[in-house]
């Protein structure tokens, strides 16, 4: 079923969901800082028959530059979709905008969707000489207070699939979700 609804934010970023329910994690902006070139988007994907998930990236012009399908198997849960390091890099200082749809039968324009944006920004020393160390809770807090909303998002997707178990782990992710009104899903699966 491929029921859906638009909605535009603040900005300008319409969203479309089934029952309101395929989430980006992201800030209630719907805009996301990042050092990193090559980014990891992350959504909430509900209970669905469908059978596929397409990841957009576009530059500022609108003009693609990439673009993914993956299946769903394990809905709901959330799915991550990184920039491939064989894609250009993200330029600093640029918008960038990210669409991932539902594919109920064929890509069109009817299939439920949400998007949301990312920019790239230069890091601040202190986030610099953390870059290279291993994922750590420090270094999400650094990435997180430091206003890096996606690299915060995927070093703490990487502890909590590394360590599973850790209650440290799993109270950050909570709060982390909870700090941005997405408390309805941090129990979700990490899918990939």
Avoid at 142 to 153: C, I, N, Q, T, V
Wanted: proline share 6%.
């Amino acid at each position: 079923m491929c029921e859906t609804s638009e909605e535009t934010n603040s900005i300008g970023v319409r969203t479309k969901t089934i029952d309101k329910t395929l989430v980006p994690l992201l800030p209630s902006s719907k805009l996301g800082l990042t050092a990193s070139s090559h980014p990891t988007f992350m959504v909430y994907v509900p209970q669905t028959s469908a059978k596929a998930l397409e990841f957009t990236l576009e530059n500022e012009e609108g003009e693609g530059i990439y673009q993914t399908e993956v299946n769903i198997d394990k809905a709901p849960g959330i799915m991550s979709f990184s920039l491939p390091k064989t894609e250009s890099a993200l330029e600093i200082d640029q918008d960038y905008r990210f669409v991932v749809s539902i594919i109920c039968q064929q890509t069109g324009p009817k299939n439920p969707f949400v998007e949301g944006l990312v920019r790239r920004i230069s890091p601040d020393s202190a986030l610099v000489n953390q870059l290279n160390k291993p994922e750590s809770l420090e270094k999400v807090m650094l990435y997180s207070e430091s206003g890096y909303w996606f690299d915060a998002m995927e070093n703490l997707a990487a502890l909590k699939r590394s360590q599973p178990d850790d209650s440290e782990v799993a109270a950050a992710w909570e709060n982390l979700l909870a700090s941005v009104g997405l408390e309805k899903i941090t129990k979700a699966p990490l899918q990939n």
